[in-house]
């Protein structure tokens, strides 16, 4: 198991050898290679009609992507390095592009159906938000892009999210972060990973619809501006009005994102990027009863399909863009610096009606009351994270240390208000625009200010066989919540200073066995008062995790197992004296064992499986009735299965076919039994076809067709109480159908 001199010597080398370097090398290599193999066979030419792909590994990935398949072998989001999963005694999971295409995910909750600890509908169907859960914890308003937090607040509308079609990939790190990000949610952190300026010109257009119908437009084009090299682009955009499950509803968006990279040498590189988002959608609330969708109702099922909304109240309007850059220079083979910057502001307006969210019935149990809602809010972030990296020797001990300090400024501003004299609809004979709706009166007004200030260090130390991963992190936590309806405006300031550290080892064995064990603490902050006027502190969390890697050294696959135990501490529970106020008392439990297989078995067969147990629990809490019990929205088991394969005996056919299934779980917070969310199975098919098998005239035309749910299960994804309009449905039977031609 000793690590020789040989070996050693040429880890040395593969640090001086950059990336552009050894692209160049590789490429230059394979082109010597097919030069000589047509000069030695004149007639191949002529012989040859169709030639597949070859795909030449070799050297060091950039650990953000583009990845060959379905199988990521680096990752960057985990240890903000260039760092092989295998390594990281954390469990992580990546869904490449590929992976994305190959299932037909148009979002990034779609693109994470497969990944073991994700519940990726907790609200049910929706095309505004992606709504996530890890490990049981809520990550709405607290998702990545490209390692800076992106502007959002779990109270605010306008949160932003991110069309999967500009992502290169998308890293979930499971479990604790805050020692290399700072506030994060303790399930874990989802890192969206933008497309970049790429060395080698690639040219795509795309079309799409679904059954639901629409059209959807692509386009992504990259590629060296000038011909030395030193300057690539990128041009990403897209604009859709596709149909969806419901009818009148209508998911309208327009994205533009491009990207400008100088890299004047192996050493130096600078990239510029920005992007704009609209969002136009016509949108249906989801807000349905729980008698009629979960409970049978004496007037039979309320329809997946039908519209609350009202087309005097339907405005639903989102804008989100971002500006920044990203630079990095090698010093020499030792240091290397490191800057990441972003803007980033999300405005959005909405004016419409819904259901009832506490009473939804009138006596009659079909006719629905409505209301309205508006609300007028934004959010915004600065983010800067600045890193020193060194890779160096001390003695027979490897060193990659990183340094870094990051600061955010983030800001959100809510207005919301109800109202009432929206006219009833009757589920048995529904009539819309049949009277105005006044836009109601603004009822919760409120900014809130964030400054964070993190330092945070890390060791990466390999002796021998062994990999040590050591980190500290103390973060600075300033913010400023201001009540805009009381006059005057109060302001309500927590304060937070935290360290949180990890540490973790992992051993290699030579056959591609790595098990690991590892520790690791993280801290969100908690906003509000407690009766007395106490401000809350952060709530805290910690990790023990145990586990094993497997990544076959002849082969592309990756297998990882882990064992973990997770508690949050500072949870909030009500007072017992006043039932308004919360407590800091609170304490949660997450148990688990998590299991994810990506495998290329053959260069015609590809598998992935997934497997999640999870035996959560609520250790304490005032309210009597959840102690003990699970957490919401947190399944106790979940699994997946999918394959993709190419026959022979057609060539340029892939088919694909997967089953996504969990346990039932629960959701009301009363823990009603007749509320309980059943369990689902889900199937899901595919087909592509590549019309470069008929002939080079057809070469980089596919058409791929997906269909989700093929089964068309009706089922709902939650229910919060017995009485509103407080449900939601999943995803029906959705079939999309795709050209696309590359260049």
């Not at 990845?67 to 390594?87: F, M, W, Y």
Request: hydrophobic share 35%; charged share 20%; aromatic share 10%.
């Amino acid at each position: 198991m000793t690590m020789g001199l040989e070996q050693k010597n040429g880890m040395d080398a593969m640090r001086m050898e950059t990336r552009a370097t050894r692209r160049r090398r590789l490429w230059l290599a394979s082109t010597v290679v097919l030069a000589a193999t047509a000069a030695a066979n004149p007639t191949w030419a002529q012989d040859t009609t169709t030639l597949q792909t070859i795909t030449v590994e070799g050297g060091e990935d950039s650990g953000r992507g583009p990845d060959q398949g379905i199988v990521a072998k680096r990752s960057r989001s985990a240890s903000k390095t260039n760092t092989p999963l295998h390594e990281t005694p954390q469990a992580i999971s990546v869904v490449t592009r590929d992976q994305m295409d190959a299932q037909g995910a148009n979002t990034v909750a779609e693109a994470l159906r497969y990944t073991p600890g994700i519940l990726p509908d907790p609200n049910g169907y929706d095309i505004r938000y992606d709504w996530l859960y890890i490990r049981g914890y809520n990550a709405y308003g607290t998702m990545w892009l490209d390692g800076l937090v992106l502007p959002g607040d779990s109270s605010n509308y306008a949160t932003p999210s991110v069309n999967s079609f500009a992502l290169e990939r998308i890293d979930v790190i499971k479990g604790p972060a805050s020692v290399l990000y700072g506030r994060a949610v303790p399930g874990g952190l989802i890192n969206q990973v933008s497309k970049r300026p790429q060395e080698t010109a690639h040219n795509e257009v795309g079309v799409q619809t679904s059954s639901h119908g629409g059209i959807q437009g692509t386009l992504d084009m990259t590629g060296p501006l000038t011909e030395d090299g030193d300057w690539l682009y990128r041009i990403i955009a897209l604009g859709k009005n596709m149909g969806t499950q419901v009818d009148r509803e209508r998911e309208k968006q327009l994205m533009l994102a491009p990207s400008l990279t100088w890299a004047p040498s192996d050493e130096t590189s600078f990239t510029v990027y920005g992007s704009y988002q609209k969002d136009r959608p016509i949108f249906s609330p989801r807000f349905y009863p729980a008698i009629g969708t979960l409970i049978d109702s004496p007037f039979g099922q309320i329809p997946r399909d039908i519209y609350f909304g009202d087309p005097n109240a339907e405005i639903f309007d989102r804008d989100f863009y971002t500006l920044g850059y990203e630079f990095e220079h090698a010093f020499n083979e030792t240091w290397t610096v490191r800057q990441n910057l972003r803007y980033s502001r999300s405005d959005q307006y909405m004016f419409l009606a819904l259901v009832n969210p506490a009473f939804a019935y009138q006596p009659d149990g079909h006719t629905l009351n409505r209301a309205s809602a508006v609300s007028d809010d934004w959010v915004s972030s600065f983010k800067v994270d600045t890193q020193l990296e060194a890779r160096f020797d001390t003695g027979a001990l490897d060193h990659t240390l990183l340094l870094g300090l990051d600061y955010l400024r983030a800001s959100s501003s809510t207005n919301f208000g109800n109202g009432s004299g929206v006219p009833p609809l009757d589920l048995l004979n529904p009539q819309y625009g049949t009277a105005p709706i006044a836009i109601p009166a603004i009822q919760r007004s409120g900014l809130q200010e964030q400054q964070q200030i993190g330092l945070y260090a890390q060791d990466q130390i390999r002796y021998d066989n062994w990999v040590g991963t050591f980190g500290m992190r103390y973060d600075f936590s300033d913010i400023d919540t201001t009540d805009r309806m009381k006059s005057p405006a109060t302001v309500t300031t927590n304060e937070d200073q935290k360290l949180t550290w990890r540490a973790g080892v992992t051993y290699l064995f030579d056959n591609g066995f790595a098990p690991y064990a590892s520790y690791s603490t993280s801290f969100l902050p908690t906003l509000g008062r407690d009766q007395l006027g106490n401000t809350f502190e952060a709530q805290t969390a910690e990790q023990y995790e145990i586990g094993f890697k497997y990544e076959p050294v002849d082969g592309r696959g990756m297998i990882a197992v882990s064992l973990f135990d997770m508690t949050l501490e500072n949870a909030l529970t009500p007072d017992p004296v006043n039932t308004t106020f919360n407590l800091q008392t609170g304490e949660q439990r997450v148990r688990g064992l998590e299991i994810e297989g990506k495998y290329e078995l053959t260069p015609e067969l590809s598998l992935l499986a997934s497997y999640a147990y999870s035996d959560s629990e609520v250790v304490r809490s005032n309210r009597a009735v959840e102690v003990g019990r699970e957490m919401l929205r947190l399944p106790e088991h979940q699994g997946s299965v999918w394959v993709a394969y190419q026959p022979s005996a057609v060539e340029g056919l892939t088919l694909s076919a997967g089953v996504r299934a969990l346990s039932s779980y629960q959701t009301d917070s009363t823990y009603r039994a007749d509320l309980r969310i059943p369990a689902r199975t889900l199937v899901d098919i595919g087909a592509e076809y590549d019309f470069a098998a008929l002939g080079t005239d057809f070469a980089g035309t596919k058409l791929k067709v997906n269909v989700t749910n093929l089964f068309d299960k009706e089922y709902v994804s939650h229910c919060l109480n017995i009485t509103g309009g407080s449900c939601n449905y999943g995803a029906g039977r959705a079939i999309t159908a795709s050209l696309k031609y590359s260049w």
